[in-house]
């Protein structure tokens, strides 16, 4: 018999990948990663302004390299026998479209302009258009357009981009003729279907990120949005009203991108959606359990029956949303702004002699920059493991890109107390750690108060395979035990059990998940005397964000 195959696509901040998955048994037969070229040359990106864009290209073509490089040593009756394609992406990440959904910065006259470009998720640049719908929502007399969005919109949405866009951009808000999700947009340019009045768009996207909700039917009333800025009349008719879960067709593959990727035309290409969201599912969420998607960022996933949420309102996440994870269960979702990016900035941060006084000492080889910089990480693990939970004397706010959760708040900053002149640098490291894991039990802590049920903590992603003392101090933190999914690449994974579904190879996506799921490969356990001390810890880092917040977000 022929075996079948499906292929998931992940893209992430800073590249894409692809896996391609045996439908029958779930193993991860190959993948491909393609790093974004202009991305990683810092192009079009302010990191002092909180601008993050990212270019149209660096999609398309890391998307063919991924996708060739996965198949790439495999016999050619393997691409005969993909049959759908899964596709999860960053968000919310939306863009600016001429009439036929073709992205703006594809355009010559806006090839170089960021507001032509997808606006990455962690572009802040719309902290001001997120206050002024946080405060509209609530006080313009008509429906809260957030309240299933947690109560409070963030800058790093939907709504909140594309207003200051229009705004800052007089040239792009006369040619946008409507805006897509990165999410709705690669099964649009896969199937060749690319009118934004007829592309399928997200119920995952649209739900947590736009406001969009069945009770309104659809996305908020123009009335509201005009009342928020004029400029933002008629932008709605050109955008949906109808969304899919991503166990549904958003099209097939077309000849021109059959062609270009080496697979036959025709097969099955799945509504999109979030990364997080989608690694989910591959990680094996079931009811009652919390799912953290562990890199950059953080993401926080639980499902609930409808039953169970009902007509309660879960305040200060990140949405609830109608099958944006599992159709037929309400998707919940948090998170936090920053969390490898923590480490990432203090590994930057020891590393500026080497990046701007090594280069100018003469006989110096420009690699042992690089080498004692990839070290630089690995040794601070080793020495922060080494101290007690008390001999930091530190503490730490991880509000380094602003809070996602609880109760979103991008003009929020980090802090470090207690600095003497014995702190050292593992001792910082630590604190920064210890940070991140309370940030986390905050997240855990909202749900329970709101009434969501955790039984089990369940990770994913790069920090959870590798490093064994952040998994530890954030099981102690949490005090409870977490589980690490075995396969490494749970949101492509999660993408490619989509595209089974959507290819009618299961007819459920818990099907797919019993058949192709990698199960789980270690567990953290809490330590009884460091979670008691953790928790005294936690009870002052709650008390120093609610003293410093007025302070952080002014400065």
């Not at 060749?192 to 009770?215: N, Q, V």
């Not at 080498?371 to 001999?391: F, G, M, P, V």
């Not at 609610?546 to 302070?551: A, F, H, K, V």
């Amino acid at each position: 018999m022929n075996k079948k195959y499906v292929i998931g696509l992940d893209f992430g901040t800073d590249s894409v990948r692809a896996i391609l998955v045996n439908v029958e048994t779930g193993e991860e037969e190959a993948s491909s990663v393609a790093y974004y070229k202009r991305w990683s040359e810092g192009k079009y990106c302010d990191p002092g302004r909180n601008q993050f864009r990212q270019h149209p290209l660096d999609y398309l073509e890391g998307m063919e390299e991924a996708i060739k490089g996965a198949l790439k040593g495999h016999s050619e009756d393997i691409a005969e026998q993909v049959v759908g394609i899964g596709v999860d992406t960053t968000g919310s990440t939306p863009c600016a479209v001429d009439r036929e959904g073709i992205p703006l910065a594809l355009l010559d006259e806006f090839k170089d302009n960021p507001n032509a470009m997808f606006i990455l998720w962690k572009d802040h640049t719309a902290v001001k258009e997120a206050e002024e719908i946080n405060k509209l929502a609530k006080s313009w007399g008509g429906e809260d357009f957030t309240k299933y969005e947690g109560g409070v919109y963030s800058s790093e949405w939907f709504w909140a981009k594309i207003l200051h866009v229009l705004r800052e951009d007089e040239k792009v808000r006369e040619a946008a003729f409507s805006w897509v999700e990165h999410c709705d947009w690669i099964p649009a340019v896969l199937s060749g279907e690319t009118d934004p009045l007829t592309i399928r768009r997200s119920r995952c996207a649209a739900g947590h990120k736009a406001m969009w909700h069945e009770k309104w039917g659809g996305l908020p009333d123009e009335e509201f949005l005009v009342k928020l800025d004029p400029l933002l009349k008629g932008v709605k008719k050109n955008l949906y009203t109808e969304t899919y879960t991503s166990d549904e067709k958003a099209g097939e593959l077309s000849e021109e991108w059959a062609e270009r990727l080496g697979l036959k035309p025709g097969i099955a290409i799945a509504v999109g959606a979030f990364d997080a969201h989608m690694g989910a599912v591959g990680g094996g969420i079931v009811e009652k359990a919390l799912v953290k998607i562990m890199g950059t960022s953080t993401c926080d996933i639980i499902v609930a029956p409808d039953e169970v949420i009902g007509d309660k309102l879960i305040g200060g996440i990140c949405g609830q949303v109608d099958g944006s994870v599992i159709p037929g269960t309400i998707g919940l979702e948090a998170g936090q702004s920053a969390y490898g990016d923590v480490y990432a900035w203090f590994k930057d941060l020891l590393s500026w002699p080497l990046d701007s006084i090594l280069p100018e000492i003469e006989g110096i080889d420009p690699s042992v920059a690089k080498k004692i910089k990839d070290k630089i990480l690995i040794k601070l693990t080793e020495e922060a493991s080494k101290l007690k939970i008390e001999e930091t004397g530190l503490l730490a706010l991880d509000w380094l890109n602003g809070r996602r959760t609880p109760y979103a708040d991008q003009t929020l900053k980090g802090a470090i107390i207690g600095l003497t002149l014995g702190s050292t640098a593992p001792k910082i490291f630590r604190a920064l750690v210890e940070a991140t894991a309370f940030g986390a039990k905050a997240i855990n802590e909202q749900f329970i108060k709101e009434g969501v049920e955790i039984d089990q903590v369940i990770a994913l992603g790069g920090i959870s395979q590798k490093n064994d003392f952040v998994m530890q101090i954030t099981a102690d933190i949490l005090n409870k035990p977490i589980k690490v999914a075995t396969s490494e690449q749970t949101c492509a994974l999660g993408a490619a059990m989509f595209g089974a579904v959507a290819a009618g190879i299961y007819d459920t996506v818990k099907k797919a998940q019993e058949k192709m799921g990698s199960g789980f490969n270690k567990t953290y356990y809490p330590d009884k005397e460091n979670a008691e001390k953790y928790q005294k810890l936690y009870e002052k880092y709650l008390l120093l964000g609610e003293t410093l917040e007025d302070q952080l977000r002014n400065l």
